[in-house]
Protein backbone atom coordinates (compact mmCIF):
# COMPACT_ATOMS: atom_id res chain seq x y z
CA UNK A 1 0.00 0.00 0.00
CA UNK A 2 1.45 3.39 -0.65
CA UNK A 3 0.00 7.05 -0.62
CA UNK A 4 0.07 8.92 -3.60
CA UNK A 5 0.09 12.74 -3.41
CA UNK A 6 -0.23 15.33 -6.23
CA UNK A 7 1.82 18.42 -6.50
CA UNK A 8 0.19 20.62 -4.35
CA UNK A 9 -0.21 17.95 -1.91
CA UNK A 10 -3.63 17.04 -2.06
CA UNK A 11 -5.04 13.26 -2.40
CA UNK A 12 -6.18 12.16 -6.27
CA UNK A 13 -9.39 12.16 -7.31
CA UNK A 14 -11.06 9.34 -5.41
CA UNK A 15 -11.35 5.91 -8.12
CA UNK A 16 -8.24 7.56 -10.16
CA UNK A 17 -6.11 4.78 -11.81
CA UNK A 18 -2.48 4.01 -12.17
CA UNK A 19 -0.95 2.31 -15.05
CA UNK A 20 2.23 1.35 -15.48
CA UNK A 21 4.53 2.18 -18.57
CA UNK A 22 3.55 -0.69 -20.72
CA UNK A 23 -0.36 0.65 -20.14
CA UNK A 24 -1.53 -1.63 -17.79
CA UNK A 25 -3.76 -0.67 -15.01
CA UNK A 26 -2.14 -1.56 -11.55
CA UNK A 27 -4.31 0.21 -8.84
CA UNK A 28 -6.80 2.54 -8.23
CA UNK A 29 -6.76 5.20 -5.68
CA UNK A 30 -8.59 4.97 -2.93
CA UNK A 31 -9.89 7.34 0.30
CA UNK A 32 -6.75 9.61 1.57
CA UNK A 33 -5.11 8.56 -2.07
CA UNK A 34 -4.38 5.26 -0.73
CA UNK A 35 -3.38 2.37 -3.63
CA UNK A 36 -2.42 -0.65 -3.49
CA UNK A 37 -0.10 -0.97 -6.30
CA UNK A 38 0.28 -5.09 -8.24
CA UNK A 39 4.17 -5.72 -9.51
CA UNK A 40 5.21 -2.23 -8.97
CA UNK A 41 9.05 -2.48 -9.93
CA UNK A 42 11.37 -0.16 -8.78
CA UNK A 43 12.81 2.78 -10.73
CA UNK A 44 9.30 2.57 -13.15
CA UNK A 45 7.45 5.12 -14.40
CA UNK A 46 3.78 5.07 -13.41
CA UNK A 47 1.30 7.33 -14.77
CA UNK A 48 -2.10 8.94 -12.63
CA UNK A 49 -5.33 8.67 -14.65
CA UNK A 50 -8.74 10.41 -14.42
CA UNK A 51 -11.10 11.63 -16.62
CA UNK A 52 -10.06 9.57 -19.92
CA UNK A 53 -6.29 10.69 -19.42
CA UNK A 54 -3.07 10.68 -17.83
CA UNK A 55 -2.60 14.01 -15.15
CA UNK A 56 0.61 13.19 -13.90
CA UNK A 57 3.43 10.81 -13.32
CA UNK A 58 5.77 9.47 -10.78
CA UNK A 59 8.43 6.84 -9.78
CA UNK A 60 9.19 4.34 -7.71
CA UNK A 61 11.74 4.58 -5.86
CA UNK A 62 14.88 2.35 -6.18
CA UNK A 63 15.39 0.59 -3.89
CA UNK A 64 11.98 0.60 -2.25
CA UNK A 65 12.44 1.38 1.43
CA UNK A 66 9.76 2.39 3.54
CA UNK A 67 11.44 2.48 7.12
CA UNK A 68 8.27 1.06 8.49
CA UNK A 69 6.13 4.21 7.22
CA UNK A 70 4.21 4.53 4.49
CA UNK A 71 5.37 4.81 1.31
CA UNK A 72 4.09 8.35 -0.21
CA UNK A 73 4.73 9.46 -3.64
CA UNK A 74 5.01 12.18 -5.55
CA UNK A 75 2.66 12.56 -8.70
CA UNK A 76 4.12 15.36 -11.05
CA UNK A 77 2.21 17.14 -13.50
CA UNK A 78 2.74 15.87 -17.48
CA UNK A 79 4.51 18.38 -19.58
CA UNK A 80 2.58 19.85 -22.50
CA UNK A 81 2.49 20.90 -25.77
CA UNK A 82 2.21 24.45 -24.37
CA UNK A 83 4.59 24.42 -21.32
CA UNK A 84 7.18 23.00 -24.31
CA UNK A 85 6.69 26.33 -26.48
Known sequence: MVI???????APPF?????NS???ETGIVG????????G??????MSLHWDGKARCDFTVPDPI?????????????????????
Open 65 to 85: STDGQQLELLCQPLATDSDAA
Open 4 to 10: IRLANRD
Open 15 to 19: AATVQ
Open 22 to 24: RGQ
Open 31 to 38: EEGQVYLS
Open 40 to 45: MQSGER
